[in-house]
C-alpha cells in the first residue's frame, strides 16, 4: 500500500513562498510520474505540475513561472518550490501520480493571505 504524506504548508503574506514535500512510501517512487494538485474551498481538484521519471516537467498556466517542481530519487520526495504566491493560490495541495493514482493523502494547507 503506497502512502503519500503531504508536509511544508502554512500561511504566508502575498508575494512569499513555500516549499511543499511530500515523501512516497515504497521502493517504486522513481517508477512513476508524479505530481502536484490542489482543491480551494468549492472547487475540483486540479494538477499543477507534473514530473516524469526522467525529470521533465509541466506546469498548469496560472503557476508557470512561479512554481517549480522538483524530484530526490533517494529520499522518494518529490517538491514543490511556490514563489509569488498570491490569495488564488489558497487551497490544499495534494500529491499523486496522474499515471497511476494511489489513495490520497491528507495534503497540506497552504494559506495566502495579508
Known amino acids: 500500500q503506497v502512502q503519500l504524506v503531504e508536509s511544508g504548508g502554512g500561511l504566508v503574506q502575498p508575494g512569499g513562498s513555500l516549499r511543499l514535500s511530500c515523501v512516497v512510501s515504497?521502493?517504486?517512487?522513481?517508477?512513476?510520474?508524479m505530481g502536484w494538485y490542489r482543491q480551494a474551498p468549492g472547487k475540483q481538484r486540479e494538477l499543477v505540475a507534473t514530473i516524469t521519471i526522467y525529470g521533465s516537467t509541466n506546469y498548469e498556466d496560472s503557476v508557470k513561472g512561479r512554481f517549480t517542481i522538483s524530484k530526490d530519487n533517494a529520499k522518494n520526495t518529490v517538491y514543490l518550490q511556490m514563489n509569488s504566491l498570491n490569495p488564488e493560490d489558497t487551497a490544499v495541495y495534494y500529491c499523486?501520480?496522474?499515471?497511476?493514482?494511489?489513495?490520497w493523502g491528507q495534503g497540506t494547507q497552504v494559506t495566502v493571505s495579508s
Open positions: 515504497g521502493n517504486i517512487f522513481s517508477f512513476y510520474t
Open positions: 499523486n501520480s496522474p499515471t497511476s493514482p494511489w489513495t
